[in-house]
Nanobody, 124 residues
Framework: VQLQASGGGLVQAGGSLRLSCAAS????????MGWFRQAPGMEREYVAG????????KYSDSVKGRFTISRDNAKNTAYLEMNSLKPEDTAVYYC??????????????????WGQGTQVTVSS
């Protein structure tokens, strides 16, 4: 499975962006998906995760109520809709995938495949 993240850019505080993660391979629909981010000088942190069916969606406290994770298995694509963006959301955003996540969406070691990252910059 190869993952390609896109959709990042520069946006003003309060604005919105939608990130996409396109996956290759026939197993996408059976894999969990997650989004993580890494700000300069910081460790990579969990943002959101979604089950293979889309029925379960989990968020970190810092983005809950502002971000929405979704997926379209027919298009082999996952999305992260980001609203009410804040300067502290500035980071490189990574999508990740794998069959072993279970309920451990925030555990990076549970993800087997990672995209290359897309830069999101929020200006104040």
């Amino acid at each position: 499975v190869q993952l390609q993240a896109s959709g990042g850019g520069l946006v003003q505080a309060g604005g919105s962006l939608r990130l996409s993660c396109a996956a290759s391979g026939r197993t996408f629909s059976s894999f969990y998906m997650g989004w993580f981010r890494q700000a300069p000088g910081m460790e990579r942190e969990y943002v959101a995760g979604i089950s293979w069916s889309g029925a379960v969606r989990k968020y970190s406290d810092s983005v809950k109520g502002r971000f929405t994770i979704s997926r379209d298995n027919a298009k082999n694509t996952a999305y992260l809709e980001m609203n009410s963006l804040k300067p502290e959301d500035t980071a490189v955003y990574y999508c990740a995938s794998g069959p072993r996540v279970g309920n451990f969406y925030a555990n990076q070691a549970r993800y087997d495949y990672w995209g290359q990252g897309t830069q999101v910059t929020v200006s104040s």
